[in-house]
Structures are given as C-alpha cells and as structure tokens.
C-alpha cells in the first residue's frame, strides 16, 4: 500500500525534503505518460489490426473509392498542388440550366446478340411441315401458297458420354520370309494406359481450368460408368506435363524472352512430401508477357520450394528487358546483378496500402484523412493513363511524359511534405514508407511506353491456380507440383489467347506425340496460341 503524506506531516517538512519530492514525482508522472501514450498507441494498432482483419473476413473485395469527385493538379507560383476537379472545371460566366431534373441515360439496345450468342454452334435443323392433305383439308386444292419459315432457335445440349476407342490394326506376315508387319496407327499415349488425348482434355480442362478436384472428377467419371481413380488421373498428368507439354512449355520459356517488357508475381502453396515437414511453404512463381501486348500472349508457371532470389534469377538468365514486379526485394537484387534487366514497380499495390490505412479510420473522418488524399492523387493518375490504353506505346510515351509525370511528381512532393506529421508505426507509416522506397520503380512506367503501370496483369494470370489451391488445398508430390505449373501455364496462355482450352489441350496431345523422335522443334510454330494453322473450332469466336 502506497504511503500518503497528511496535511499537518506536509507542514513540517524541511522545504529541501519538498523540492525533492515533487521532483520525483513529476519524473514518475513523466514516465507514466509515457507508458500511457505507447499503451494508447499500441491499443490504436490493435484496432487498426482488428478493423483489417473484420474488412479482409467481411468486407467487399473492391478497391474502388465511392467519392466520385477528383483530384487535379495545377502550377500555383512554381508549386504543384492538387484540388477538386469541380474547382477546375467551374465556369462563373456559365449560364443557369433550364431545369435541374436529370435526363435519363439510356443503354444502347444491344443488336444481334443473340445471333452472336449462337455464332459458331453446329445447327441441327428440324422441319415441322403441313402435309398436302392437311393443307387440303384446310385451303382447298390449290388454294395455298408456301411462305418462308417462321423459324425459332433454341439450346439443345448433350450431356457429356464415354465410349471406347477400338483400334483394330491390321497384322500382316510375308509368306517367304515370314517378316511381320503392322498398319500405321496412333500410338498409345502413356504405355499401357486406357488414357486418350480427349480423356486426358476433359480431366485438364476440369482440374486445371475450372478448379474442380480430382475426387469430384472421380464421381463424375463413375457416374459415366468408369472406375479412373484419382491416383491415375494423378499419374497421368505428371507423365503427360513431362513426356509431352513441357516441350512446349520449353518453347514458350524461349519465346518469353523475345519480349521487351514482362511480368512476375508469385503465390505460396503446400506441397505434401517435398523432403520437409508438413505444412512448409512452397511457392508457384508467374512469369507473363506485358498485357501491353494484345496478341501472342504468354504465361508460364515455375515451381519451386522457397521464395529466393536464386529462383527469377535462373528463370530470366537469358532475359533482357523490363520486368514489373511488386515490391518484393528479391527482383531488386537480382536487377542490381545485372545491367540488362530493370525492374519497374506496381501502383496498384503502393495503392493499396494507402486503402489499408484508410480503412482503419472511422467512416465520418475518411475524407479527410492523409490516406484518402493520397489516393485521390494516385486515382488521377490511372483516369489519365486510362485514356492511353488503345494508342502505340511510342505516342502513350509522349503523353504519359506530358500528362502522367506532372502528376506523379506532384504526389510525391506532397508524400515527402507530409512525411514528417505521419505517426512512427500503423498502416499510415507502412503505407508511406512503402510507396517512397518504391519511387525509383514506380516512375520507370514514364520512360517506356510499353511497361503497364501495374501489376494487375499477372495476378489475374495467377488467379485460376489461387481459386484451385482453395479447392484441392495442396499438391501431393513435388512431381505434381512441376506438372501442375507446365498444365497450369498452357491452360492460362491458351485462355489469354482466346482459345478454348479443352479442345486446344487435345490438338496437342494428338500432335506433339507424333514428333517425338524429330530433333528439329520447328513444329512447334504450328502449335503456339497464335498460330494461323491450329484447326477450325480451337479458337473462340
């Protein structure tokens, strides 16, 4: 129990004594305070973890900022600031409208949809015609005449089936020298195995592009009447990703590297038995062509076990160019290795932490809180890099220079200026030291017209593989895992490309298998993507 003076003991204290007791204790309240304020401090960041936490587990995925109103930026005596667009635009000497009631947007009627929906579908035509008696009976002879068909579309559709291939292959035996011979046919694709090229499609298309697993694959096939376990359809994707699509996967790794700009992104997955103990982190790493370049797109999975440097640094040995990353430092050091590779960062996620440290603020504070300015600047400069999409990256070049530069410089003369109010730790001080240690990368979209300006691309590349991780939860052997990058990489560039990834997994496990003994990869060229020779009905309409 702490001793407490009374009044009449205070009285007869020597003055000195005093003096040195209030000095103590105002040192004590001082410490006090200042276990009070990290205290508070610490209770705020738990709040802001909490409120995190509630948004990611409750709250809309979406990025996107309610306040329609935006920034601008202007020159005011030799300094960029940013205000309102209404300020900008507002026009004093405007005359008044006639009425204040809105006019209503209508949607332009979509023509032909239909029509487009049913494009490209083989017509089963079915005739429902009046016999002469019935038109007889009806008009009298001769009384009629024949106007053309009132014609009505509908879906018919044919729920999958198996049947059995039966190849009969012709034996035949010279009568002199009894040599024996046999008719050309098809080889099987795995020795011994029941699989074909459109079995082995269905169960890629499945897994590997609609996200379904290999045990809900298993009770669809059985209630076709097949008993294919999900240990062979196991076994047969890691000996066709290795035998047959990694010689094309091989090609498209070749390919990558005649692109000027590309993009990387990475995604942690459990392997099973990959020598470590149960639940080690493993990594799929996404290499992408920049999604500046419409055609000839291409997108490769690399599996490996950790999350280092050594991994894009082996993957882009042979790469010159620009490669844009998020901020993760392994890409840093491998640019500082070489002087023909440049990394260039993404806006989307130096966004992102200023969204992170505004959700944290209460509703009614947001608007005008630092996080929220900081990314109404950053929104001006994607509405004005919006208007670049659809022109040549020399002259997005000019007008990102022009236009996009004043913009960024802006905000980062109001990032440094404010830097010194912005609180020591929470998300406000992550999201500030973030996008300012990123500044050299965010601005190399500035200098080439062909570098996006996010990364956004190859998350999206990464995305089905995400949505199929959450099915099937982890990939059994390290075996699996490599397979699963090489059928994961050629289901995704098939689909950037516009093709339909079932049909085109079957032309190639038709065609690859017959080249198997060439030395000479040039037919290859004939299966890319983007090949004008791929057959009718792989490519979408």
């Avoid at 004005?384 to 990102?400: A, F, G, N, T, Y």
Wanted: net charge negative; with cysteine; proline share 4%.
């Amino acid at each position: 129990m702490a001793f407490k003076f009374t009044e009449e003991q205070l009285n007869t204290l020597d003055k000195s004594f005093i003096v040195e007791l209030f000095l103590q204790l105002q040192e004590q309240n001082e410490n006090l305070s200042g276990e009070i304020r990290d205290l508070n401090r610490k209770i705020e960041l738990l709040i802001e973890q909490v409120t995190l936490s509630n948004k990611n587990r409750f709250g809309r995925s979406s990025e996107k900022m309610s306040d329609a109103n935006q920034i601008c930026f202007m020159e005011v005596d030799g300094t960029i600031v940013f205000f309102n667009e209404a300020e900008a635009v507002s026009d004093l000497d405007a005359e008044e409208p006639e009425t204040l009631e809105p006019v209503p947007a209508r949607k332009p009627k979509s023509v032909g949809k239909k029509e487009t929906d049913l494009s490209g579908l083989p017509v089963n035509i079915i005739t429902h015609y009046m016999t002469e008696n019935e038109l007889v009976a009806e008009f009298g002879e001769n009384g009629w005449k024949q106007l053309p068909d009132a014609i009505s579309r509908r879906y018919h559709f044919i729920p999958a089936r198996v049947e059995v291939d039966e190849h009969h292959v012709g034996v035949y035996a010279g009568k002199k020298d009894g040599r024996i011979i046999k008719a050309e046919h098809p080889q099987a694709l795995l020795h011994g195995s029941l699989v074909s090229p459109t079995l082995a499609g269905a169960i890629i298309n499945g897994k590997y592009v609609n996200a379904v697993p290999l045990y809900r694959l298993e009770q669809e096939f059985s209630r076709y009447g097949l008993t294919i376990t999900r240990q062979n359809m196991a076994n047969w994707m890691i000996r066709l990703g290795e035998s047959y699509l990694a010689i094309l996967y091989d090609y498209l790794h070749q390919k990558l590297y005649d692109y000027h700009v590309i993009q990387a992104d990475e995604t942690p997955v459990l392997v099973n038995k990959d020598g470590r103990p149960a639940g080690s982190k493993s990594w799929m790493w996404v290499y992408r062509s920049g999604h500046l370049y419409k055609d000839k797109q291409i997108v490769l999975y690399d599996y490996h076990k950790t999350r280092n440097s050594s991994h894009p640094r082996d993957f882009l040995k042979n790469y010159s160019g620009i490669c844009v990353t998020d901020g993760y430092q392994v890409y840093h050091k491998v640019e500082k290795e070489r002087e023909d590779l440049r990394i260039a960062g993404c806006w989307v996620h130096a966004r992102r932490k200023f969204d992170e440290a505004m959700n944290v603020v209460p509703k009614d504070q947001r608007n005008k809180s630092n996080a929220y300015l900081v990314m109404k600047q950053i929104q001006a400069i994607y509405r004005e890099e919006d208007k670049l999409k659809e022109i040549p990256s020399d002259e997005r070049l000019v007008q990102r220079q022009l236009v996009i530069k004043p913009l960024v410089d802006a905000l980062f003369v109001y990032l440094k200026e404010q830097e010194a109010a912005v609180p020591s730790t929470g998300q406000l001080r992550k999201a500030y030291t973030y996008i300012l240690n990123q500044e050299k990368y965010l601005r190399v979209f500035l200098e080439d017209g062909e570098v996006p300006l996010d990364n956004n691309a190859s998350e999206r590349a990464i995305r089905g593989f995400c949505i199929g991780k959450k099915n099937w939860q982890m990939i059994d052997t390290i075996n699996g895992a490599h397979s699963s990058a090489i059928i994961y990489s050629i289901a995704e560039t098939a689909k950037a490309n516009n093709l339909k990834p079932y049909d085109y997994f079957v032309y190639l496990l038709e065609e690859i298998p017959k080249h198997m003994e060439d030395t000479d990869r040039s037919f290859l060229d004939d299966l890319l993507p983007w090949s004008p020779k791929l057959p009718d009905g792989i490519r979408k309409n």
